[in-house]
């Protein structure tokens, strides 16, 4: 209104002012009274003539600007409940607006249908309606334009439920002492709650706003408010939220109350505190919902919702203590994108079956307790669940700090899911950080965090997990609480990775205590361990169990690498030519590798270190040890009854490689009843170079195709004599003890050699067999007795030439003899009747030799008694027996060596 009415008048009658309010208001002007020194209205109108102007039951019609007061005290209650037309029958009220006034009763406009209400810097006093003390009530009221009211004060209740406004609503600056009502508030525009203060000095137990079942067409805005009780705006529908910079205080269990939100636009909260729980479960928002610089001291609750857009809560923090439910709550429910940054997490978070189309993210915040060594008053560990889990693109955690029972089980994620740069301490729990049961569609990345709790991942299925540059220590009250990183039951579609991780400028390795358990896993192409340092835990120690890393009935279609770079090959950094440190047992017992095994570039120390197996001790074949078989004592590598396709590879290490990239295998390898496509290790010369000694290697049952040889021996008698060097390593001194010698890796050797049309070191490998079976078996002495005649004369059968040759020289021996007493006239005919012939000594001797087949020559002759004398003539009759025994056995022998029977069927 341009123009006022009656400003200048200092004091005037009640009939004055009620004439100059009539007069302004039926002209469009305001009516403005002047006030006291302090602001106070100092003219007083009846509250009844108000209710009446408004009415239009005047003579004069009002102005279509409605009444427009300033500077009054309205006396009495101003009731217009009920109030749907005028007295000249028009559908609603006009406008009313009032500035600088105080209402000493109750403004009742209950029910009403008028427009526009405005208020400005007024004063609204307590009275009791209908039994209860408000200040201003407008249910049902039905207002044709805007509600405004701007640096009011409300002594009692303001009471709209049910109002309907198709303008804004608005309250600016205003104070309200006692609750708020707006339940079922229905607003066309915007409805505006700014710079208010509301509940402060109340003298209810409780004050609060109550927005539920609010229908706003535009804005939701609540901006610079303080709030001493409860905001209770569930199943608001609206098209955007903004709440900034508000402090809700209630002192119930829920100080900011959006639950069931329906919003079509974004949801904007920031620089928001709530001394309760701020809820918003069950939302439905088709934007973006942002919390920033937000602090919530009783949780933040999302759970059950549905969020078109993303979800983002960035440098605030939430609290919540562990026996009043979740700090905060995201469970169930569905949102674009989900991100929690520079956020600080006192208590449980919950992100169970939490569905993120695209990335779920955790970045530079802290969970659970704020400060290390920190405690919970009951004792009770904070939790971060995420348990079902989905997400269509990544998972992330990014530089966390994690004082929280972790529990990541049963993921689903369609492409990564990445750990970097984060911190998850040990917990009163002491359990690990749980990725069990989990399908990502992409990699598991760990890289530069610490674990100091362990991780199981049981059961997970991946593309791809790369553990790099993180610290792992062991789970202290886990189900297996000696184990780093647990993985077994895992399914890989290409490769499991153990590297370094960059930080910074720089590059760090691997730092693993515990056990890492890969066993039972299918990898689909390689297994690759390099830049780490792997030992076992104390608790490892005290049970004796050695193995650190056991990869033990697991499927590899491809490699598998604790050799990733070779000497001269350009790494990727230096730490790839310093080889991984392994204090303990690797165990591949009973694993398939499609691809090949490559040993060297790695550091293997058998436990325990300061008790060295006892010199020569072996078992039987198929004999179950506990030492080596259960606790791998002083075992280094175990591959019993391991299957590997392709090839065992060793290399030498080159005499001029610096000593930090040297690399030794310190303990027994056990190869008992594995199956192997080829062995390459330098014709055997390799282990040794890798720092085996004699009695760390196990063959027992060691089944192979193929054998490399060095290049340097060429000649059959080498190569033999090369793989029985290889084979002597089983044995401590070279050599087995009594009762302790296992036949089967000499026969595998000789099978090889066969194949390869060897026959020399076949049978080479045959006879080291037989001595040492005869040497060391627990066969008796009279067997031992006739397996070294049969050595002596024709090498167990397998040297027929050699055998021929001893035949030669017996015969040669014979006749030499026969000659000697010849020429001496030892010999006379045996009947004088006979016509004497020459003595010939060889025929002599064949016939001596071979007494199956009959020459007719040394029964022709006989000792001369009158030559020798009696007693050398006996003598020489029992060596010619001996001889014939001999020569008889000797044939015998040679028999049985050309027709191949002496030689074990083979």
């Not at 659970?368 to 989905?390: F, H, K, N, Y």
């Not at 990014?398 to 029972?405: E, H, L, S």
Request: net charge neutral; with cysteine; glycine share 8%.
């Amino acid at each position: 209104m341009s123009e006022d009415m009656g400003a200048s008048d200092s004091a005037l009658e009640p009939a004055d002012i009620e004439a100059r309010i009539a007069a302004a208001v039926h002209e469009g002007k305001v009516a403005r009274f002047p006030r006291g020194a302090d602001g106070t209205p100092i003219h007083a109108v009846d509250a009844q003539f108000l209710a009446d102007l408004w009415l239009d039951r005047s003579e004069s019609a009002l102005h279509p600007r409605g009444i427009a007061i300033d500077g009054l005290r309205v006396t009495g209650s101003l009731d217009l409940n009920g109030a749907r037309q005028t007295g000249r029958g028009s559908p609603h009220l006009l406008s009313l607006r009032a500035t600088h006034c105080r209402f000493d009763g109750a403004v009742n406009l209950g029910d009403i249908s008028c427009e526009t209400l405005e208020f400005a810097d007024c004063y609204f006093a307590a009275s009791v309606v209908n039994s209860s003390k408000v200040a201003l009530v407008m249910d049902d009221a039905e207002i044709a334009g805007s509600f405004t009211a701007r640096r009011c004060r409300f002594e009692a209740r303001i009471s709209a439920v049910g109002c309907r406004t198709t303008g804004a609503f608005s309250l600016r600056s205003c104070h309200a002492r006692e609750t708020v009502q707006l339940t079922a508030l229905h607003v066309d525009n915007n409805l505006n709650l700014t710079e208010c203060k509301m509940g402060l000095n109340a003298t209810e137990q409780n004050p609060r706003v109550m927005l539920r079942n609010a229908r706003i067409g535009g804005r939701f805005n609540v901006r610079d408010n303080e709030f001493a009780g409860n905001f209770s705006a569930g199943a608001l529908k609206c098209f955007e939220v903004r709440l900034l910079r508000n402090r809700f205080d209630g002192k119930g269990p829920c100080a900011l109350d959006l639950a069931h939100l329906r919003a079509s636009g974004v949801v904007d909260v920031g620089d928001c505190s709530a001394r309760g729980l701020a809820q918003f479960d069950n939302a439905e928002i088709d934007g973006d919902i942002s919390l920033q610089a937000c602090r919530f001291m009783g949780g933040w609750h999302m759970a059950n919702s549905v969020i078109r857009g993303d979800i983002e809560l960035r440098n605030s923090f939430v609290s919540r203590a562990p026996e009043d439910g979740f700090a905060i709550a995201l469970h169930e429910t569905k949102a674009a994108n989900v991100k929690l940054e520079q956020t600080k997490v006192r208590g449980d978070t919950q992100l169970r079956s939490l569905d993120a189309r695209s990335k779920v993210q955790l970045i530079d915040s802290v969970f659970g307790s704020l400060s290390e060594g920190e405690a919970d008053s009951d004792g009770t560990v904070p939790r971060l669940r995420s348990q079902s889990l989905c997400a269509g693109v990544n998972f992330e955690l990014i530089r966390c700090i994690v004082r929280a029972d972790c529990d990541f089980s049963n993921l689903s994620l369609g492409i990564d899911l990445l750990v970097r740069d984060c911190r998850f301490e040990r917990t009163g729990t002491g359990r690990a950080v749980r990725l069990s049961g989990s399908r990502v569609g992409g990699a598991v990345e760990l890289a530069r965090s610490r674990f100091a709790s362990g991780i199981r991942m049981t059961g997970t299925q991946c593309d791809e997990i790369r553990i790099e540059g993180c610290l792992i220590l062991p789970a202290t009250r886990d189900r297996r609480t000696n184990v780093a990183v647990w993985a077994s039951d895992s399914e890989i579609a290409r490769r499991v990775r153990f590297g370094f991780g960059d930080r910074g400028k720089g590059r760090v390795r691997n730092k693993i205590v515990g056990k890492v358990d890969f066993s039972s896993c299918k990898v689909g192409e390689k297994f690759i361990f390099r830049s780490t340092d792997l030992r076992p835990s104390q608790l490892d120690l005290d049970h004796q169990s050695y193995v650190v890393l056991d990869l033990g009935r697991s499927i590899f279609d491809g490699d598998v690498q604790l050799a990733p770079t070779r000497p001269g090959a350009t790494a990727e950094s230096e730490l790839d030519r310093i080889p991984a440190n392994v204090v303990g047992c690797i165990a591949l017992d009973n694993a398939r590798i499609a691809g090949r095994l490559q040993l060297d570039y790695i550091n293997i120390t058998a436990l325990p270190v300061d008790r060295p197996f006892p010199g020569g001790e072996r078992p039987r074949r198929r004999l179950s040890d506990d030492k080596q078989v259960l606790r791998k004592e002083r075992v280094a590598l175990s591959l019993r009854d391991a299957k590997i396709e392709g090839e065992v590879n060793i290399i030498r290490a080159p005499e001029d490689l610096p000593q930090n990239q040297r690399w030794a295998i310190d303990g027994i390898v056990d190869l008992s009843d594995a199956q192997v496509g080829r062995i390459a290790d330098g014709g055997g010369d390799n282990w040794v170079s890798a720092g085996l000694k004699h009695g760390d290697l196990r063959l027992d049952g060691l089944v192979y195709e193929r054998l490399d040889s060095n290049a340097a021996l060429p000649s059959a008698t080498d190569l033999a004599e090369q793989r029985i060097k290889w084979l002597e390593l089983q044995y401590f001194n070279s050599k087995p003890k009594a009762k302790r010698f296992l036949p089967q890796p000499y026969e595998q050797l000789a099978a090889y050699f066969a194949t390869q049309g060897n026959e020399y070191a076949r049978r080479r490998v045959q006879i080291e067999r037989r001595n040492l079976q005869r040497r060391f078996s627990d066969m008796g002495w009279f067997n031992k007795w006739v397996q070294g005649l049969l050595y002596l004369v024709s090498g167990y059968g397998y040297r027929p030439r050699f055998a021929l040759l001893v035949a030669v020289g017996y015969l040669l021996l014979g006749a030499a003899l026969t000659w000697l007493l010849d020429v001496n006239g030892a010999f006379m005919l045996a009947d004088k009747d006979t016509v004497a012939v020459p003595l010939n000594p060889l025929l002599y001797a064949l016939d001596s030799a071979v007494p199956i087949i009959d020459l007719e020559h040394e029964s022709l002759w006989t000792i001369d008694e009158s030559k020798v004398g009696g007693f050398w003539r006996d003598v020489l009759q029992v060596f010619d027996a001996l001889y014939e025994i001999l020569g008889m056995l000797l044939v015998s022998i040679i028999v049985l060596t050309l027709t191949g029977t002496l030689r074990d069927g083979d």
